[in-house]
Structures are given as structure tokens and as C-alpha cells.
């Protein structure tokens, strides 16, 4: 994956602007109604997605400033504001969520070349400021799946398909808990990867958008093949 943190701000434009567009059209039923993340509505999710936004801004500011910025107060305080946001009307959840699309736009622009070179704490630990707009198009990206309003992995940008995908299965690579698996993309040439010992591994074929998908559990994965014929490994649970 490239370091180089200006790549993704084309991408996570978009994306902003495609989150954007479907949240528009929701109307105060859609926002209450059941979102595919377990116990979470449509305005969980917004609302998820405005904080998270928020979040990265500290981040961004934390790296420019050289000032001690968590992303969020507390696991606890992230969870709250969530919570307290999640029952609000649609115009409120859309403003909200433009708002904090455009702080963070600000957060990158102010952003001089020599912050980009750091590391920045997440909830999860350190992680390097370069690769924070990747993991707020991975946020829009996976979380207006999560919507559940007719946005699809298969609508994912080929790029994010492939970066997701090769991140994910280098993850998996390093937890003991991961099945051993081969994945070969569909998607023109693309390499196969390996998570653990491939001598007897399953071989899973299919599209980067729906591998990835199946091994994040936004997909059943039915679209995949296996080899040699049987049912699909079970991946653990992404984190």
C-alpha cells in the first residue's frame, strides 16, 4: 500500500460525496430503521461516521501540532456521543455529517509535509499519520455497506477493493486464529495471497470487492469458489 497520504484524497472525496447522496435521500423512518451492524440503526452508523471524522481530525491536528491529542476522550465518550446522536432527524444527521466531512477536509489541507512523516495513537495503537485518509475511505467505504440502503461491496472502487483486501489478508496472516487460505482476485492479474501454510489450504476464487467482503462479514461469500469443492473456510472475526 502507498504511503503516500495525498493519493487518497481524491478517493475519499468521493466517497464523502457518495455517503452523502444516499444519506439525502433518507427520510426519518430509513434513519430509525435497522442498519446491517448488529443493534445499530442508520442513525447509529451517521452518526458513527460524523465522530469518526472528528476523530481523524485530532489525529491530524495531534500530528501538526505536536500536542497529545486522542482521538476520542475514552472508548466510553466515543460510544455515548454515538448513542446520543443516533435518534436525531434526518436534516440534522446530514448536516452533521457534511459538517464533519468538511473539518476534516480542512484537518488534510492544513496539514504540512513534514506532519505526514509521524505517528499518531489510535484506539488500537500507534499507527502512522500517512495512512489516516486511507483509513477514512476505509470508514465510508465499509460503513455505507453497512447502511444497507443498496450500497454494495460490487459498487466499491476497484482501488479500495484491492487495498482493503491485501490489508485484511495481511492481517490474517499474523493472527493464529486465521484458517489457512489461498485467495486468488478475479480481477485481471492479480496475485494470489497467502494466509498461512497454503500446502492444503483451500484455494477461494472470486472478485477483490467479495473476497474482501466475505472475509470482513459484510458478504456470505456465495458468489465465491472454492478448491477443492467444499464450503468456505470461516474466517475470524475482523477487527
Known sequence: MTTDPLMFTGPVTDAAARLLDTTAGLDAAAVAAASLLPGWTR?????????????????LTSARTGQDIPMYASDA??????????????AELLADLRRSTDR?????????????????????GPWPVALVLWGRWRELEVHHVDLGTG????????????????EVAGGLAERPDAPALVLRPA?????????????????????????????IGRSSGDVLTVTPDGPLPTPPEWI
Do not use: C, K, S
Open 77 to 90: 465518550a466515543r460510544d455515548a456521543d454515538i448513542a446520543a446522536g443516533a435518534d436525531r432527524p434526518p
Open 187 to 215: 480481477d485481471g492479474n492479480r496475485p494470489e495471497l497467502v494466509v498461512g501454510d497454503p500446502q492444503d489450504a483451500p484455494r477461494v476464487a472470486g472478485p477483490a470487492a467479495e473476497l474482501v467482503a466475505w472475509l
Open 43 to 59: 442513525g447509529h452508523v451517521l452518526t458513527h461516521l460524523a465522530r469518526n471524522a472528528d476523530g481523524f481530525v485530532n489525529l
Open 104 to 124: 476534516f477536509a480542512e484537518a488534510v489541507a492544513a496539514m504540512p509535509a513534514h506532519a505526514w512523516q509521524g505517528t499518531v495513537q489510535t484506539r488500537r
Open 151 to 166: 450500497y454494495r461491496p460490487a459498487d466499491w472502487p476497484a482501488a479500495f477493493a484491492q487495498h482493503l483486501l491485501h
